[in-house]
């Protein structure tokens, strides 16, 4: 495990004692800039990710290109104090997603110049999900089909890579047994673990795919299969890791050399849950709607200490400026949301899914959550009214860990995510 660890961190020293790697998806710049600093404090590697609804050709629901996105993440390295030769950029969920509703030829020449574009702008882990139907597929395509697309994106990667004359050329990670992204929209009770003949027979039917297109080169930085290790999250509840039902799956790779489990939807496990999937072969573990859940978290409770604190006049009023948003451009959370108005109301705020993440872009919440934090850096929060709203961040504040300034408390409450996932991947 740890050597897929060094190839994917290009050889830096630190990684040779991690057992596992964690990777950050997500495009907030104070959830990235909380990973970095843990990252620092850790002395380790960090690994973020895009997804291709958030990062495309076109700018996704971000506004970024691939170019525009490293550009972005640079700054805030920049801005931090990490290193780059110590960011790992990466690709998820690459490939027809976002235009699944045309026809498949159409929507895989998009992916392929979404690929295009991830490689040339520097990003070095390649995920290729190729598992969604397109709209003349049948619903469901056979490994065949979703393993020879694939193959066909890695080939495009492959050549822009060579075209781009970068030193180190991609990684890649494959599989057809793909969660969701940001978690199931339906209630779950529990989930069944990839077979172990199912992920065989995927890496034997992706390998047979590369070789019809002799990229048996690229083959072999094929670090990873995606396979469901029985770990997923709905909009109130969460199922958690079982080793015991996914030990015919570990032993799967002692029959894969060189590559690893890569676990998505590992969002909300418990710690301890999350040292055991590294244990067993999940090495690369995936967070993304986990830490910006802490970040609502934190910025509503420093909302609800400023209608303490501030005349109301003065207030920012956040929590009703994302609700305001939300209401004015439902598409990014009706379809996934339901129940009556109540019902539909919690789950705005509170759903694991965490649909509050796209609209923190949008700039009247962006203008909101700035004059939060310059409201609170311009006023003292008494201790005793952090300990009631953030009691984690009140005994930070009572260790000297933290200054008390607003960033760092939202810093402090968004590491506090990180942190676990930092632990399981050195144990």
């Avoid at 961190?9 to 990777?23: E, P």
């Avoid at 939060?372 to 005793?384: G, H, Q």
Wanted: aromatic letters at 8%.
């Amino acid at each position: 495990m740890p050597d897929v660890v060094a190839r994917l961190a290009n050889g830096h020293s630190s990684s040779a004692s991690l057992k596992g790697i964690y990777s950050i998806c997500s495009a907030h710049p104070w959830v990235l800039g909380a990973a970095m600093q843990q990252a620092l404090e850790d002395g380790t590697p960090l690994l973020i990710e895009s997804t291709s609804n958030q990062v495309d050709q076109y700018g996704g629901y971000t506004g970024m290109n691939p170019e525009a996105f490293v550009r972005f993440v640079h700054l805030i390295a920049e801005r931090v104090g990490f290193p780059r030769e110590r960011l790992i950029l990466g690709g998820d969920h690459l490939g027809p997603n976002a235009w699944r509703s045309f026809p498949a030829e159409e929507a895989m020449q998009r992916a392929e110049a979404l690929i295009d574009a991830y490689v040339c702008a520097g990003f070095s882990k390649i995920h290729l999900d190729t598992s969604m139907a397109c709209g003349d597929d049948p619903e469901r395509l056979s490994d065949g089909v979703v393993a020879q697309r694939a193959a066909r994106l890695c080939a495009v990667a492959e050549s822009a890579s060579a075209r781009a004359g970068l030193k180190t050329r991609p990684a890649y990670v494959i599989g057809t047994e793909v969660p969701v992204p940001g978690g199931a929209s339906e209630a779950l009770s529990t989930v069944e673990v990839t077979r172990q003949e199912a992920a065989l027979e995927t890496v034997g039917v992706h390998r047979d795919a590369w070789r019809a297109r002799k990229l048996d080169a690229a083959w072999d930085r094929v670090i990873a299969l995606v396979v469901q290790p029985g770990v997923e999250f709905d909009h109130t509840k969460v199922i958690d890791y079982q080793p015991a039902l996914a030990t015919g799956l570990a032993q799967v790779l002692a029959q894969l050399p060189g590559m690893v489990f890569e676990a998505h939807s590992t969002d909300y496990q418990r710690p301890e849950s999350l040292r055991a999937l590294v244990q067993d072969g999940f090495a690369i573990l995936k967070v993304g709607p986990g830490v910006t859940f802490a970040l609502r978290e934190v910025l509503y409770a420093l909302s609800d200490i400023e209608a303490q604190l501030l005349p109301a006049a003065r207030r920012a009023d956040l929590r009703a400026v994302v609700e305001t948003a939300m209401l004015r451009k439902p598409a990014n959370w009706d379809r996934y949301y339901h129940g009556d108005e109540a019902q539909q109301r919690l789950l705005r705020t509170y759903s694991y899914s965490d649909r509050v993440r796209y609209y923190w872009a949008d700039p009247q919440v962006d203008a909101a959550a700035q004059r939060l934090l310059r409201n609170l850096a311009n006023t003292t929060i008494p201790e005793n009214l952090l300990s009631c709203h953030l009691p984690a961040q009140y005994w930070a504040l009572r260790r000297h860990t933290i200054d008390g300034s607003p960033m760092s408390i939202v810093q402090s409450k968004v590491r506090e995510v990180i942190q676990h996932y930092a632990s399981a991947c050195r144990h």
